[in-house]
């Protein structure tokens, strides 16, 4: 059994409209996303309900990475 991540991301301090992505790995703190061409910081990640069979349901916080 795939386990298959449903990922509700919401941008801390930003315009970003945030997104929900089915992923395949769970998302870890400190972990890098990139949201149609900009990468943020995963800072917190909680589940949001029990899994679902092979589904789990996480809330991921997202800030922005700094500008090179």
Known sequence: MT???K???VVR???HPGAIVNVDERPGV???VDLGG???TV???FELIPP???FHFLHVTLQTEPAK
């Open 3 to 5: 386990e298959v991540f």
């Open 7 to 9: 990922v509700s991301y």
């Open 13 to 15: 301090g930003s315009d």
């Open 30 to 32: 400190g972990d890098r």
């Open 38 to 40: 900009r990468v943020f």
């Open 43 to 45: 800072l917190e990640v």
């Open 52 to 54: 679902r069979g092979e």
